[in-house]
């Protein structure tokens, strides 16, 4: 495939500059653009709240049930693979603007369906906007963050995705109190913060190093100017010139033999990160609750809102040690730990322990994820690819990632009664445990390194 990137021209003067901003202008637009992943959060896990209450208003049987928990999933793979090649052509800002506009038409769109039908098509058009938004906002933020604190920025995303469940989870629990009707109330609720998100995308600017990468350096200059100071954006703005001329001269095709590695590395991390089987937990956690503990569907709800808890504060610690311990301890700890609490579950689920139990050993798993697979994989994918071909690169892996969530979220209930809770977990707590040996044998340290530090890496 030709390369789409614009020749590199001389970096040009920056006229009437803006002084720089300072370190807060990086924290703002990382949170501006981390809007994305809070409301790619809450549009995920309010099916959790709202699927006992659909159910029971539609009458679903499990094979509609798990269509209607997964239509979300078909869309994100559409838009996950749409993105990548849009992104590279038209930008990350505006790309990720019509995904907010997306977003708050499908909340609304997903409020007032007659049919299951109709139900189905609005959550598939949330999909896009959450494919858009997942393989986007991670890329924009590593593109605009200094190497030294990239995986906290990153990482930020993480902790809006896990806030956006929490809040989804807490407003379940507040809305169920509506009765029958109250999904409609949960789906709604999404349309706030899409139409914030859709207004302070105004205040933050295009990827400096898509502008150069489309040869309007001026522009370029003057974002890293705001964001680093003239010296340190010069040099920057050279370096980013001088990797994208060695693309150019190589080709920006994702067949390079370069890019092999990357790739295998980005996509199978991807997988792993949903085939462990965190998201039966955040789609289906108030079913299991219901079904295999004897809770009321309130306390399930409320139940739900405490692990979404537990996920929060485990991001909360991500966000500060994997700038300092690195991406590759977080994940070796995350994989060894889940797959450890997944087989104490599949136990427990065996000897009949009591609900109490159950939930512990939930929340561990929980907990695990949080801290390392749930952002550091996606600070990996955000970092380990070209400048020219990081959209589509980083396409490829996100694409994997909703498919493989897609095929567990599909399938989890008819796995449950072929093989019963325990077996599903017991597989899970498998492929946790292939995750630890990959990801010691497989995964490279990019901790402190730039982006263009850990591209010429590869060659």
């Given at each position: 495939m030709p390369s789409q990137t614009a020749p590199a021209r001389p970096l040009a003067p920056v006229a009437a500059a803006p002084p720089p901003a300072g370190p807060g202008y990086v924290y703002l637009i990382a949170a501006v653009a981390a809007l994305g992943g809070l409301l790619f959060g809450f549009d995920t896990a309010i099916i959790n709240g709202a699927l006992v209450f659909l159910k029971k208003d539609f009458g679903l049987s499990d094979g509609q049930t798990e269509l209607a928990a997964s239509s979300i999933l078909f869309g994100a793979v559409a838009g996950a693979a749409l993105a990548g090649w849009l992104t590279d052509r038209y930008g990350r800002r505006r790309l990720l603007f019509g995904a907010a506009a997306l977003f708050t038409a499908s909340a609304l769109a997903a409020a007032v369906p007659r049919t299951l039908?109709?139900?189905?098509?609005?959550?598939?058009?949330?999909?896009?906007?959450?494919?858009?938004?997942?393989?986007?906002?991670?890329?924009?933020?590593?593109?605009?963050?200094?190497?030294?604190?990239?995986?906290?920025?990153?990482?930020?995303?993480?902790?809006?995705?896990?806030?956006?469940?929490?809040?989804?989870?807490?407003?379940?629990?507040?809305?169920?109190?509506?009765?029958?009707?109250?999904?409609?109330?949960?789906f709604a609720a999404a349309a706030v913060p899409s139409l914030l998100f859709m207004l302070t995308l105004l205040l933050v600017p295009e990827s400096p190093r898509w502008l150069l990468?489309?040869?309007?350096?001026?522009?370029?200059?003057?974002?890293?100017?705001?964001?680093?100071?003239?010296?340190?954006?010069?040099?920057?703005?050279?370096?980013?010139?001088?990797?994208?001329?060695?693309?150019?001269?190589?080709?920006?095709?994702?067949?390079?033999?370069?890019?092999?590695?990357?790739?295998?590395?980005?996509?199978?991390?991807?997988?792993?990160?949903?085939?462990?089987?965190?998201?039966?937990?955040?789609?289906?956690?108030?079913?299991?609750?219901?079904?295999h503990s004897g809770q009321s569907a309130a306390s399930a709800i409320g139940a739900n809102a405490l692990i979404g808890?537990?996920?929060?504060?485990?991001?909360?610690?991500?966000?500060?040690?994997?700038?300092?311990?690195?991406?590759?301890?977080?994940?070796?700890?995350?994989?060894?730990?889940?797959?450890?609490?997944?087989?104490?579950?599949?136990?427990?689920?065996?000897?009949?322990?009591?609900?109490?139990?159950?939930?512990?050993?939930?929340?561990?798993?929980?907990?695990?994820?949080?801290?390392?697979?749930?952002?550091?994989?996606?600070?990996?994918?955000?970092e380990i690819f070209p400048n020219a071909v990081r959209g589509r690169a980083a396409a490829l892996a996100t694409v994997a990632l909703w498919a493989a969530c897609t095929a567990i979220s599909f399938t989890f209930l008819s796995l449950v009664k072929t093989a019963g809770l325990a077996g599903a977990f017991g597989l899970y707590a498998l492929l946790s445990a292939f995750t630890f040996g990959f990801v010691w044998r497989a995964v490279p340290e990019t901790k402190g390194r730039t982006l263009e530090e850990i591209e010429r890496g590869w060659q």
């Open positions: 039908a109709e139900f189905v098509a609005a959550r598939f058009a949330g999909g896009l906007a959450i494919g858009v938004a997942s393989l986007l906002v991670p890329l924009y933020i590593a593109e605009i963050a200094p190497a030294r604190i990239r995986g906290q920025l990153v990482t930020l995303n993480q902790l809006a995705i896990v806030t956006g469940i929490l809040l989804a989870y807490v407003a379940s629990y507040y809305l169920a109190g509506l009765g029958l009707g109250a999904w409609r109330w949960m990468g489309r040869g309007r350096a001026a522009e370029a200059l003057g974002t890293l100017t705001r964001l680093n100071g003239p010296a340190i954006a010069a040099a920057e703005a050279a370096d980013i010139q001088a990797s994208l001329a060695d693309e150019q001269a190589a080709g920006a095709s994702l067949g390079q033999p370069r890019l092999r590695r990357p790739l295998r590395i980005a996509v199978v991390l991807a997988v792993l990160q949903q085939v462990t089987g965190i998201n039966t937990i955040l789609y289906y956690g108030s079913l299991i609750l219901t079904e808890g537990i996920n929060f504060a485990g991001t909360i610690v991500a966000l500060f040690v994997i700038d300092r311990v690195g991406r590759k301890p977080l994940l070796l700890v995350a994989s060894g730990g889940m797959a450890l609490a997944l087989g104490a579950l599949v136990l427990a689920l065996q000897l009949h322990a009591p609900g109490p139990w159950l939930l512990g050993l939930i929340m561990l798993y929980v907990a695990c994820f949080a801290v390392g697979l749930g952002p550091g994989v996606w600070v990996v994918i955000a």
